[in-house]
């Protein structure tokens, strides 16, 4: 069984990586993290990597609280490079597995920004037309690539 899991894991990680979709910040949608949060960056490799539950900590080594909502609109999932089956279904079997915990789902982007603000070492992917309204307790971070 634990092959197994180690095989579905490595296919993951190698279609996340040869993923030519890239994470657009202009686009509608950006990132916030919780203030107490050091990067002030991320490549859209790594925002993959901790959406999907590889990175789990940040460079302070704090752990990496990560938050979505679920969204209905394919911009969102292209936004990770996924869908929203199997975003579910990788996530369940991680979970299943002991290799993961489930990441935070909330209502909407209003939601994320009250869990990221709240919540030390959160991440959350939000609405740009909400960017403005995050607050002091939240900061956009720059996609870099």
Known sequence: MNKRIFFLVSVVLAII??????????????VIVNKD???SSLSSAAIRRIYFGFNASWD?????????????SPE?????????????????????SG???LP?????????????????????????????TIGDDCKLVAISD
Do not use: C, M
């Open 60 to 72: 302070s080594s704090q752990r990496i609280k990560v938050s979505y909502t679920d969204f209905s």
């Open 17 to 30: 990586s040869l993923s030519t979709n890239t994470l657009k910040a202009q686009g509608d949608f950006v």
């Open 104 to 132: 935070v789902a909330l209502q909407n982007s209003e939601s994320i920004i009250d869990y990221v603000s709240s919540t030390k070492g959160a991440i959350g992917i939000i609405h740009s037309d909400l960017a403005g």
């Open 99 to 101: 290799n993961g915990n």
């Open 76 to 96: 969102f999932w292209e936004f990770l490079s996924t869908n929203k089956t199997s975003y579910s279904q990788f996530w369940t079997k991680r979970e299943r």
């Open 37 to 39: 949060v050091t990067e």
